[in-house]
C-alpha cells in the first residue's frame, strides 16, 4: 500500500471512530430530552447532559483532530476505548 492509501485508510478509522462516538454522546441527549418531555427529567437535569455532552463532544474532537493521524488511528487500534462521556464530566471540587 501506498503512503497516500494508507494515509487515507489511516484518515477513514479516525472518521468512522469519531461518528460511532460521536453517535453515542448524541444518543445520551436525545435520551434526556426524551426523559424531560415525559416528565422523567427536569430542566436544569436536562441541561447538565446537555453541557456534559457539549464537554465530551469537544474532548473527543480534539482527540480525533490534534494530532498526527497515524498516531491516531494506532490509538484507536491498539487501546481500550474511552469513555468520552466520563471525560466531559464536569469536574467538582
Known amino acids: 500500500m501506498s503512503d497516500k492509501s494508507e494515509r487515507r485508510a489511516e484518515r477513514e478509522v479516525v472518521a468512522a471512530y469519531h461518528e460511532a462516538r460521536l453517535a453515542e454522546l448524541v444518543q445520551r441527549v ?13 430542566a436544569f437535569q436536562t441541561d447538565q447532559v446537555i453541557f456534559q455532552y457539549s464537554r465530551a463532544a469537544k474532548e473527543l474532537w480534539k482527540f480525533c483532530n490534534l494530532s498526527d ?3 491516531t488511528a494506532s490509538l484507536i487500534g491498539d487501546q481500550a476505548p474511552t ?3 466520563e471525560r466531559g464530566a464536569p469536574r467538582r471540587p
Open 69 to 71: 493521524v497515524e498516531f
Open 83 to 85: 469513555d468520552w462521556w
Open 30 to 42: 436525545g435520551d434526556a430530552v426524551y426523559g424531560f418531555r415525559a416528565g422523567e427529567l427536569d
